[in-house]
Nanobody, 115 residues
Framework: QVRLVESGGGLVQQGGSLRLSCRTS????????MYWDRQAAGKQRDLVAA???????NYTDPVKGRFTISRDNAWNTVYLQMNNLKLQDTADYYC?????????WGQGTPVNVAS
């Protein structure tokens, strides 16, 4: 059974930092690309960051230079370090992977940035 469990969200002041974690099970993690998506209230879910099996990364333009995605294959965990948070980063954040042609998401963790 594939499971993705996010943690680390919360309330933070604008300009602050949070580190999200996503612990996985049921997949061959080191062979899986991993992604962080986010969905703000009333909006579609969008890709924020991606990390491939070789560690190469990609980011959507609004978070470049502020967010860092990383992975720890020993712990089957992917992280999202978020610095200099802005009001527009407020959203539910979801860990995402594709395993055996199926897409999986975790339950999400909320990030609320206050002014």
């Amino acid at each position: 059974q594939v499971r993705l469990v996010e943690s680390g969200g919360g309330l933070v002041q604008q300009g602050g930092s949070l580190r999200l974690s996503c612990r996985t099970s049921g997949i061959a993690f080191k062979f899986s690309g991993m992604y962080w998506d986010r969905q703000a209230a009333g909006k579609q879910r969008d890709l924020v960051a991606a990390i491939s099996t070789d560690g190469s990364t990609n980011y959507t333009d609004p978070v470049k230079g502020r967010f860092t995605i990383s992975r720890d294959n020993a712990w089957n965990t992917v992280y999202l370090q978020m610095n200099n948070l802005k009001l527009q980063d407020t959203a539910d954040y979801y860990c995402h992977t594709t395993w055996k042609t199926l897409n999986y998401w975790g339950q999400g963790t909320p990030v609320n940035v206050a002014s």
